[in-house]
């Protein structure tokens, strides 16, 4: 990796009003290595739990999205911008539960969605060079990252036009189905779903059944198109997601 390639990271955290849960934690901004050198407009890709995306600040792995953002830009394929938000530690369960998920206390996914639509993408999109059409713009994350990235898309689908859900936890929100029938309003959209056989007997069926009910909506792929990645061996850790992440950049965004 050549590290010229690496992105501009800027922390807009103290800039923007801060997630519902109102603790200041991180907003790290990744640009493309050469943004201050051209005047080129770019997508965005919101993605949960900073914390685990790149340098070495999470006991769990490291997806490394920084390093992998620099390969792919050694390969052309690297001109996008990254928003990595830190997740709300403690309280980051309920941050990422939509609103019916009540085992764990109060949730606060409905008013963390509306943050990243109405207050988190407005600022960006304001401050830096994005494309803000719907259609450059991404939403994603894994586990409970991917399960708020879900709801999100489906409540907010006139901002979000692509979604990267690695190893969603749909486990633990049985009426996601019924937000994907019955709330989702079907815009051209692009939604990466990755899941490992390893992860439980649960994952990969639960993938599939919402992938199965977005079609028995009626949707015939002219409007919702998928990418399903299955790895039978996968594990459910930053590492393989890591792995997974260039490969659904690609196919989402170029």
Same mark, same amino acid.
């Given at each position: 990796?050549? $590290?010229?390639?690496?992105?501009?990271?800027?922390?807009? !955290?103290?800039?923007?009003?801060?997630?519902?849960?109102?603790?200041?934690?991180?907003?790290?901004?990744?640009?493309?290595?050469?943004? +201050?050198?051209? +005047?080129?407009?770019?997508?965005?890709?919101?993605?949960?739990?900073?914390?685990?995306?790149?340098?070495?600040?999470?006991?769990?792995?490291?997806?490394?999205?920084?390093?992998?953002? /620099?390969?792919?830009?050694?390969?052309?394929?690297?001109?996008?911008?990254?928003? /990595?938000?830190?997740?709300?530690?403690?309280?980051?369960?309920?941050?990422?539960?939509?609103?019916?998920?009540?085992?764990?206390?109060?949730?606060?996914?409905?008013?963390? /969605?509306?943050?990243?639509?109405?207050?988190?993408?407005?600022?960006? +999109?304001?401050?830096?060079?994005?494309?803000?059409?719907?259609?450059?713009?991404?939403?994603?994350?894994?586990?409970?990252?991917?399960?708020?990235?879900?709801? !999100?898309?489906?409540?907010?689908?006139?901002?979000?036009?692509?979604?990267?859900?690695? !190893?969603?936890?749909?486990?633990?929100?049985?009426?996601?189905?019924?937000?994907?029938?019955?709330?989702?309003?079907?815009?051209?959209?692009?939604?990466?779903?990755?899941?490992?056989?390893?992860?439980?007997?649960?994952?990969?069926?639960?993938?599939?059944?919402?992938?199965?009910?977005?079609?028995?909506?009626?949707?015939?792929? $002219?409007?919702?198109?998928?990418?399903?990645?299955?790895?039978?061996?996968?594990?459910?850790?930053?590492?393989?997601?890591?792995?997974?992440?260039?490969?659904?950049?690609?196919?989402?965004?170029?």
């Amino acid at each position: 990796m050549n $590290s010229n390639h690496l992105p501009k990271i800027q922390i807009i !955290s103290g800039l923007v009003k801060p997630p519902p849960v109102g603790r200041k934690r991180r907003i790290a901004v990744l640009l493309p290595h050469d943004y +201050d050198q051209t +005047d080129r407009r770019y997508p965005v890709l919101y993605l949960q739990d900073g914390q685990n995306l790149l340098e070495h600040r999470s006991p769990f792995g490291n997806w490394h999205v920084d390093q992998r953002l /620099a390969h792919m830009a050694q390969q052309g394929l690297g001109d996008i911008i990254v928003v /990595a938000i830190d997740h709300a530690d403690e309280d980051r369960i309920r941050e990422f539960s939509p609103p019916e998920v009540t085992k764990f206390g109060t949730s606060l996914g409905k008013q963390y /969605a509306h943050y990243m639509s109405e207050e988190l993408k407005p600022y960006v +999109d304001a401050n830096f060079r994005t494309l803000h059409e719907r259609q450059h713009t991404g939403i994603g994350g894994s586990s409970m990252g991917g399960l708020i990235s879900v709801y !999100s898309g489906f409540i907010y689908p006139e901002t979000f036009g692509k979604m990267m859900i690695f !190893s969603p936890s749909l486990w633990l929100s049985p009426k996601i189905y019924f937000h994907a029938i019955n709330f989702f309003n079907p815009f051209q959209t692009k939604i990466y779903l990755y899941a490992g056989g390893n992860e439980g007997s649960n994952m990969v069926p639960n993938v599939q059944r919402l992938k199965a009910a977005l079609q028995r909506k009626g949707l015939d792929g $002219s409007k919702i198109e998928f990418k399903i990645s299955i790895d039978p061996e996968g594990e459910h850790n930053e590492a393989k997601w890591g792995e997974e992440f260039p490969k659904a950049v690609e196919w989402l965004f170029f």
